[in-house]
């Protein structure tokens, strides 16, 4: 019998593909980790190799021969390999998708790797004379160096090209002329790095000393700060003395939105080069920063939830900001958890891991009591900054305009008068949640969900926010032809306006999806809230988290109660969560900050606790509050999800489901379903839920072993699209 490839595939198929090796192929040149073509029913499809076997179950006649190696050398090396196969099994996904999922899009599709090109513009010495020229003479060249100088003299292309269209011409003239350079990343970067502006306070010190006292061994740390009190000066500190030591560092963010301030932090404090990962760029930016990191060019690697996944050899440190933020779970596909991947990473390198929050989430604060990880502590904030204080404004009864109550918008005059800058929170985008017909009764409900669309006034449609349908907003009411049409409840649309109207003389700047969509917008915007040429900020949690505004001296929260009576057990943890994050961003400067939260339940325990004590005396109970409902992080849990044209056959599903539980399992795992999702039709399908809890981590490991590879075989596994969500964190 020949040898025999096992390959793992893209496809929805637990295990791996048996194949014979391509012929006029040196059986001596194959090793795991390298990419090959192979065929696969009619066509044929790009794999990975993980094993070389001299046996299969494989019937000889039915043994297929792969097509041709891509790779002479492993693009995933063997400890990385094994890596991704261990998170394939934690999750119960199928292998090949998972490893497929860890390349860049082109190496997936099967394309060589991309040769390394420049990556990054320099900007080399200019005279005021020659800059007068060009902005005389050549104004799109004039625009690039004078927004180069605000960077310091370097960016990188990708940042160019979110600022910038039609970049080639006005490069190559500069370069051409002598303006800029044009170089890699590691030549860019400056041998003279900026030193800290202030030395680290006690509780600093003590975090750092106690993470470096663990080097070079695993250990995890959380770092428990409250907001603006450092915790990002004390990840740098530790990267830098990692990198001294000759090691690499992951750095982990949830949010795009919070890369480019990071990525300007960092390059200015550590020695390159930096890789970049996240889905803000390009296909091919993307390869090279993954190219960079797996050769082991890249001394550091800063990414959202995917760079958990990419490789890194020689890792010395794993950081995760912002842990507690739900970005950090995939909710579709291969649903994994970068942060708690981060710390299986951090494991297998043997090196620490720290995780960072203000609102650390449960599960990481159990795990803190519980000694599994070091808890360190920031309660102060760094410098002369102190803690806002926080109000709650009883709007009950309350006249509003625009969802403002006189007290607010009273309280953001005083704000401008005095030439400070004032924040207002709604995590709603669009101009108003539903539109409705005054004559008929008619809302404007979406026809592929249980749910509303959303008006957004200056694009005149009505969209869903959850499956993306939209229509033209209506003239006259579809039910019964009234032109009587007018919007319920507000959006930071609809928000926006009415602060342009109140206070006409103060620029104002929104930041959410929808206003930072073109290119280079969002950090155009970010640049105006933190230099404060914007007195006024409007918008929803992407401008919440991780952001330093020091002149924002007043936030105003339009609606805190929207989270306060959730369905999903993780309501309440998160509306604390967010309420803290966003009163973060008050008082972060010179000037005490205040937090003003609009409620029509303001003897809510939740708001009471965290206006009177602090989000440790939220947790205590919480926590408390879940070990009586033996909830997450005292028992663990898979939920299984269906969806199907028609209700019956997602739940029929399910029910197969709940047999085979009983059959492999009995008692040993608690079932909860199948009941329909809190959201039973999203885009047109129907969806169900089964919940599987156990006690222990370890048995429901040991159960989803056998149980989900089984799941395929079910009579009506093939008529619902199903998936297995390991330590769900959403419900819905």
Known sequence: ????????????????????????????????????????????????????????????????????????????????????????????????????????????????????RPDKVRLEETDTETLAR???????????????????????????????????GPLRALRDKGLI????????????????????E?????????????????GAFLLDGVTGSGKTEVYLQLALQVLDQGRNVLLLVPEISLTPQLIRRVEKR????????????????????????????????????????APLPNLGLVLVDEEHDSSYKQQEGFRYSARDMALVRARRANCPVVLGSATPSLESLKNAMDGRYTWLRLTRRAGNARKPSMQLLDIRNQRLRGGLSPLLLQALDQVLSQGRQAMVFLNRRGFAPVLTCYSCGWLSDCPRCDARQTLHYRQQKLICHHCGNERPLPEQCPGC???????????????EQVLQQEFPEHPLVRIDRDATSGKGSLDRLLEQARDGRASLLVGTQMLAKGHHFPGVALVGMVDVDGGLFGADFRAAERMAQLIIQVAGRAGRG???????????????????????????????????????????????QALIRAS???????????????????????KEIQVWGPVPAPMQKRAGKYRAHLLLQTSERQLLKRFLRDFAPALPSLPDAGRVRWSVDVDPLDLY
Request: proline content about 8%.
């Open 1 to 116: 019998m020949s040898l025999i490839l096992r390959i793992a595939l893209p496809a929805p198929v637990y295990g791996l593909f048996d194949y014979l090796p391509p012929a006029n192929i040196s059986v001596s040149k194959l090793q795991p980790g390298q990419r090959l073509l192979a065929p696969f029913g009619r066509t044929e499809r790009c794999g990975i190799l993980v094993e070389i076997a001299d046996k299969t179950a494989i019937a000889p006649d039915r043994l297929r021969a792969a097509r041709t190696v891509l790779d002479n050398t492993p693009l995933i090396s063997a400890e990385h390999l094994e890596y991704l196969r261990w998170v394939a099994g934690y999750y119960h996904h199928p292998e090949g998708e998972v490893l497929l999922s860890a390349l860049p899009t082109r190496l997936r599709k099967g394309k060589s790797p991309l040769v390394p």
């Open 270 to 309: 550590l020695p390159g080069p930096l890789a970049v990962l996240h889905s803000g760029r390009s296909d091919r930016e993307r390869e090279q920063a993954w190219l960079l990191a797996a050769k082991g060019q890249a001394r550091m690697l800063l990414g959202t939830r995917s760079a958990v996944l």
């Open 181 to 200: 350079s044009l170089c890699m990343a590691d030549d860019c970067n400056s041998t003279r790095l900026e030193q800290p502006r202030f030395s680290l």
């Open 481 to 495: 032809g009234s032109p009587e049409l007018h919007p319920l409840g507000q959006g930071t649309e609809q928000l």
């Open 134 to 168: 060009l902005k005389q003479k050549a104004p799109r060249q004039w625009q690039l160096l004078n927004w180069l100088q605000t960077r310091e003299g370097s960016a990188a292309m990708s940042d160019l090209r979110q600022q910038f269209d039609n970049l080639h």
């Open 590 to 636: 010179e000037h005490p900050g205040r937090v003003l939260m609009q409620t029509r339940f303001p003897d809510h325990p939740l708001l009471q606790t965290l206006v009177n004590q602090d989000y440790a005396a939220f947790a205590r109970e919480a926590l408390r509050e879940r070990k009586e409902a033996d909830l997450p992080p005292y028992s663990y």
């Open 644 to 666: 199907a044209t028609k209700a019956e056959t997602a739940e029929t599903f399910l029910h197969q489901a709940v047999a085979l539980v009983e059959k492999q399992a009995g």
């Open 202 to 218: 006690p509780e600093q010190q003590q975090a750092v000393a106690a993470v470096a006292s663990r080097q070079p061994a695993f």
